[in-house]
Each structure stands twice: as C-alpha cells, then as structure tokens.
C-alpha cells in the first residue's frame, strides 16, 4: 500500500512537470506540418481536442499526456508478470517516467506516444483477453500507424518459432497489409549511420540504461528465456541497427519497442541481484545508482531547459530552441496589430497556429544573432537574445 501511495504521487508530479513544460513549449515546425499537412487516427485525435478545448498548447498536446497516463497503467498492469515484488515495479514505473524518450513522447506531437501506448496496451490485452481480441487490435494497428508494422514482423517470427501456423500466417497479412497502407523506404548505399543509431538510442535511455537492455535481452537469448516481449524487442531493434548500416533511420519508430522491454530487463536485474551474496551486490548498486543519477540529471535539464540558454555561446545549440520562439513573436506581431506576415516556410507554419497568417503585406526577416543591423523585433530571455527579425510593411501600389 505505502508504494502505490508513492507511485500516485510520482505521476502526479510527473504530470504536473510535465503540464508545465508542454505550456512553455511554441509548436515546433514538424508538429505544425503534422497538424496542416496530415492526416490519419492520431491527426483526427489531436484536431478533435484542439476542436473542444480550442486552438492552444494545452489541447495540441494534451492527447498525448493522456495516451503518457495510460501508458504507466498499462504498464504496471504487464509488469505484474514479471514483478512480483511491489517496490520492483515501483522503480519500474520511476524509470519509465524518467526515461528522456518518455519525456519527450509525452509533450511533443509525434506517433512515439501512441506507439508505446498502444504496445503496451496489445500485451495486456494478449494476456488477459481472447486471442480474437487483440487479433482485432493488430488490424487496427496496421490501418492506423506503419509503425506497427514491425510489431507484426516480431510476432511473426515469434509464431514461426513457436509454430503456430494460422498466426504465423494472420501476422504476416499484417505486415504486408501496414507496408500496403503506410510503404516502406529502403534506399541508397552504407552511409555510416550505425554510429549515430546507436547514440540516439543511448540519448533516449541513457548509456547505461540502453546498455542494460541490450545485455538483458542478449542474455535471455542464451538463457532461452524468449517470450513474446522479447521477440517483438529483440526484433525491432536488430532491424533497426542493420536498416542503419544503409540509410538513417527514425529511431523514434524503434525506440517504443525497446521502451516495452523494460519489465525484462527490470526482471533480469532483481532476480541477478536477489541471488548474490551482498558482498558481491556492489556492481548491480554502482548500476542502479548510476542510472537514477543520469535519469535525474536529465529531469532536470528537460525541467530547466530555458536556463540553458545562461550557459550557451549560441543559443540555438539549446536542444529546446526548435520548440521555442515562435509563441513569443506571434505575440509580439500581434501587439503591433500585426495578424499576417509572409517569412520562411517553417516559421510561417507555426505562426499560423497562434494566429498570425499569411499575407504579402509585412514582410519577416531573421537577423543574425550577431548582426549590426537593428532589429525592430527582439525575443530575450534574462537578457540573452534568441531571436532577431525585422518587420517591413511593403508597399504594393
């Protein structure tokens, strides 16, 4: 009882961070050409809300805090076959809400949120409900994410291992049917993304939690300890990692199957740890210890991103830059009584989700930040320039 007590107040403050960030946030360009240019279920659940509660940050994001919550729940629920222990899941459940890919899927607009969500929704359903039932919600997914394409592609191999045929067959349908709807890009020759796959993946878990997960798979290969999370994991990342030998990769498509993996690795650990000596525990606590540091430091920079700009030559080194600035000037425009302005693709995008349109009359153009030249529109924060641009009324006659 006392953890479940501790584990509400976890997610109440997570939500509560997480709230305060997402109103801090400007709409980024992808997300603006997310919501103006796409469409499909995710697109419809992000209009609706902003249909309901209005064009703000607030509703943009707010199906995706939702689909954050019921991910937590869902994943308590799956943790419980292999956690035994309530203080096990309870660290279980703190480092998924501290994970920086978690974060991230939480606030921003992309399918990583929905996809993590919906994982995790199909293994509590696989378990605990008839196989019709989460046969139905595979269909569902091949119509509505090609990102689940390679969940498909895991159980697949997981039912050819096991031989299941007519499964076999139905999750192979699948495949192809989610590569019909949603294609499938393979292109161009080795370009040495490895590397670059494998440090955005450590920037998602932290090194030593990408590590770990890495090792607790590998080590139930060896150990035969294969069940359907691991293949579906196991497969996804391995796909991953050879796709990038020849092409960069989304990794933010991948990542969520990793994100599922948790409650293996998290099993592996306890039960390594539970069968040693505590002379011999040392490695495992310098393990444990190490990964809260870094989960905690980063909470906090993803908490106090803005003070990064007091600590940077350049502002837009600042990971928080491209979701920044555009709220800013969209009110400095329209205390001018500025409502349109014609400037770059990208910013003219998010512009136009707080109300300043495109027109031809006021001409926006950036400045460097270092130019001479002054500048008639300035964003600062603590008295750091972010932003400089000038706004010349055009005369058409």
Not at 112 to 136: C, E, K, M, Q, T
Not at 352 to 359: D, I, L, N, Q, S
Request: aromatic fraction near 16%.
């Amino acid at each position: 009882m006392k953890y479940k007590l501790i584990l509400l107040l976890i997610v109440a403050i997570d939500v509560a961070i997480l709230l305060f960030e997402a109103s801090r946030l400007s709409i980024s360009s992808s997300e603006a050409y997310f919501l103006y240019n796409q469409d499909g279920f995710l697109h419809t659940l992000v209009t609706l809300s902003l249909n309901f509660f209005g064009e703000s940050d607030f509703a943009l994001r707010l199906p995706f805090l939702l689909l954050h919550l019921g991910s937590i729940f869902l994943l308590y629920l799956v943790s419980k076959d292999y956690l035994k222990d309530e203080r096990n899941r309870f660290w279980l459940i703190l480092t998924f809400v501290l994970l920086p890919g978690v974060v991230s899927s939480a606030v921003v607009v992309s399918h990583a949120g929905f996809l993590i969500f919906g994982l995790l929704l199909f293994l509590y359903i696989d378990r605990h409900f008839p196989i019709y039932v989460s046969s139905l919600l595979l269909l569902f997914f091949a119509w509505v994410d090609g990102a689940f394409s390679y969940l498909f592609l895991g159980l697949f191999i997981y039912a050819l291992v096991k031989k299941e045929r007519e499964y076999a067959l139905y999750t192979l349908f699948l495949y192809g049917l989610s590569i019909y709807l949603h294609g499938f890009v393979i292109h161009g020759y080795p370009r040495g993304h490895f590397l670059d796959t494998i440090g955005l993946y450590s920037a998602i878990f932290t090194p030593v939690i990408f590590v770990y997960l890495f090792y607790a798979l590998y080590r139930r290969y060896l150990t035969g300890q294969k069940d359907k999370i691991w293949y579906i994991a196991t497969t996804a990342l391995l796909f991953s990692l050879f796709t990038s030998f020849r092409q960069k990769i989304a990794v933010e498509e991948f990542a969520p199957y990793l994100i599922i993996a948790l409650p293996l690795a998290a099993q592996t650990f306890s039960s390594s740890y539970r069968v040693r000596l505590k002379e011999h525990r040392k490695g495992y606590k310098t393990i444990f210890i190490a990964a809260f540091v870094l989960l905690t430091i980063n909470t906090i920079v993803v908490f106090f991103n803005k003070e990064l700009y007091l600590l940077l030559d350049n502002p837009k080194k600042n990971f928080i830059y491209e979701m920044d600035i555009a709220k800013e000037l969209a009110e400095k425009l329209q205390e001018r009584n500025i409502s349109c302005v014609s400037t770059d693709e990208k910013m003219q995008r998010r512009l136009r989700f707080y109300g300043v349109k495109k027109c031809e009359e006021n001409l926006l153009k950036v400045l460097p930040l270092d130019a001479s030249q002054e500048s008639n529109v300035t964003i600062s924060y603590k008295g750091i320039t972010l932003y400089r641009a000038n706004v010349t009324k055009l005369n058409k006659k």
